[in-house]
Nanobody, 124 residues
Framework: QVQLVESGGGLVQAGGSLRLSCAASGRTVSKYAMGWFRQAPGKEREFVAAISWSGGTTYYADSVKGRFAISRDNAKNTVYLQMNSLKPEDTAVYYC?????????????????WGQGTQVTVSS
């Protein structure tokens, strides 16, 4: 079983940046794909980005492409989400997720382990 803990969320003005971190413990996630999802109040969980174990393959939702960047440091068992040019519509709770295989997908059902989430609020 893997435990995931997100950090780095907060309040930022539109156009600003935040960097989220997701630290894994319990077992290594270095051989598995990881992802970020988000959920705004009253809305369904939404895919944001995913990354392969090597970091060589990444996949982004159209809504964040060109603004967000996912990366990982397997030595630290940590995944990051750099968020630039933030918009009010990016406001949500952001969740880190891990798979049990190395498959970069956008479907939350493919991810078996989840963090508790970190709030990101973008003011206009």
């Amino acid at each position: 079983q893997v435990q995931l803990v997100e950090s780095g969320g907060g309040l930022v003005q539109a156009g600003g940046s935040l960097r989220l971190s997701c630290a894994a413990s319990g077992r290594t996630v270095s051989k598995y794909a990881m992802g970020w999802f988000r959920q705004a109040p009253g809305k369904e969980r939404e895919f944001v980005a995913a990354i392969s174990w090597s970091g060589g393959t990444t996949y982004y939702a159209d809504s964040v492409k060109g603004r967000f960047a996912i990366s990982r440091d397997n030595a630290k068992n940590t995944v990051y989400l750099q968020m630039n040019s933030l918009k009010p519509e990016d406001t949500a709770v952001y969740y880190c997720a891990a798979q049990g295989v190395d498959m970069v997908t956008a479907s939350w059902t493919d991810f078996g382990s989840w963090g508790q989430g970190t709030q990101v609020t973008v003011s206009s």
